[in-house]
């Protein structure tokens, strides 16, 4: 005699009921019973336990005409918590999230990811404490935990690295995180979750949209008919390392002449402080040139403009609606976006390169943070997984 069945039937469709009412598709129990197909009472039982567990509140309608009137279920966003960050090359921002992705307090932190992952969770768990002490949740509130991280080729050739490359593959890092967190957990690249979040809010009828970051380095995230495109072992957009004609510059990678190596923010942080300006990082390069140094806009038009020429391949290639701009070069005046129109317009298609629109980021600096909350929200929201969470006795 097992009575698993009926324990498992208890809670089966819970997660059904509640992604119907946070869609606002059926937000009474007629309605969803209509819906599910499933009776009445059966479906009371279903949003009973997710009214238990905060998920969902109950507002009386007022009646209409001579009907009694009906309870109407409404999706409460702040029943949980996503703890979430982006993790770039030199700096980190960490934050938390209401389960409608939206933030509720961000830390921001210098980060070496050199040191690799083990250490690299460490100062983002220390981050996901301060962010939860400062919106007073708990560990019992968290549902869902996002990361986004450089890419692969950068986490490995990364400055002072002393982890074995394997160690940085997203499942890596996601059995890390695994260890302090029995909740859902996504992994992916800082920039494909930052093109996921700007196509997703901003550009929804974008058929393909590009999200290219110019930070530290240059990277691209992929976005095609709604979906992100990791491509066939989870490089695709790393543009960084497409070779820029006459450049000879060695790069990290083992190749010479990589756009990185010679118009990423490291690349031009190395130049300008050679020529004896006080810059160390490609922060620092946006500040000098958003202040109207000469030297640093010209330098960073002229990266734009290389990062045009190598995205004008992509752009022939994709056809994109939309590129997305972000990272802090793009944070230092409009020099940056110039240049990249000026090596687009040479060298893309004209078809091509007249169809596309070149914008900021609007997210900003949370960009790939919304895109962690968005991925691991639905992870933590899928019907199937909030069966499991409900109890599963009376
Ligand atoms: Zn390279």
């Known amino acids: 005699m097992s009575t698993l069945p009926d324990l498992v039937g208890r809670t089966s469709r819970a997660g059904e009921a509640l992604s119907l009412i946070r869609s606002g598709s059926a937000t009474t129990i007629a309605e969803l019973s209509a819906a599910m197909g499933l009776a009445r009472s059966t479906v009371s039982e279903r949003v009973d336990l997710l009214v238990g ?9 007022p009646a209409q005409g001579r009907g009694r009137p009906a309870s109407v279920f409404r999706f409460d966003p702040t029943a949980r918590v996503a ?5 770039g090359m030199s700096g980190m921002r960490v934050g938390v999230t209401d389960l409608s992705g939206t933030i509720l307090h961000t830390v921001t932190a210098d980060v070496a990811v050199g040191q690799g992952p083990r250490a690299l969770v460490e100062e983002v768990q220390t981050a996901f404490e301060q962010c939860l002490a400062a919106t007073g949740r708990t560990h019992d509130d968290v549902a869902g935990v996002g990361v986004g991280l450089p890419g692969r080729i950068e986490l490995d050739t990364a400055p002072g690295g002393t982890a074995p490359p394997a160690a940085w593959s997203p499942y890596g890092v996601r059995a890390i995180l695994a260890e302090a967190w029995d909740v859902p957990i996504g992994v992916d690249r800082a920039v494909s979750l930052l093109a996921s979040a700007e196509q997703r809010s901003f550009h929804p009828g974008a058929t393909v949209l590009l999200g290219l970051k110019v930070g530290t380095v240059v990277e691209c995230g992929v976005v095609v008919d709604g979906r992100s495109v990791g491509g066939g072992s989870g490089i695709a957009g790393e543009i960084g390392h497409t070779a820029v004609a006459g450049a000879e510059a060695p790069c990290v990678c083992g190749n010479v002449g990589c756009l990185n190596a010679v118009a990423s923010g490291g690349a031009l942080a190395r130049d300008l402080a050679a020529a004896g300006h ?10 000098l040139a958003a202040g109207g140094d000469v030297d640093a806009t010209h330098a960073v038009r002229e990266a734009g403009r290389r990062i045009g020429g190598v995205l004008a391949g992509a752009v022939n290639l994709l056809n994109p609606d939309v590129v997305v701009v972000w990272g802090y070069l793009a944070d230092g005046g409009d020099h940056l976006v110039a240049g990249l129109r000026e090596g687009l317009y040479r060298a893309a298609v004209p078809a091509a390169s007249r169809h596309v629109r070149l914008e900021a980021a609007r997210y900003g600096d949370d960009a790939a943070l919304k895109g962690a909350a968005t991925a691991v929200i639905e992870l933590a929201l899928d019907p199937a997984h909030v069966d499991t969470l409900l109890p599963r006795e009376a």
């Open 278 to 287: 006080p810059v160390a990082s490609a922060r620092e390069v946006a500040a």
């Open 53 to 61: 567990r905060g998920l969902v509140s109950a507002e009386l309608a």
């Open 83 to 87: 703890l979430v960050a982006q993790v």
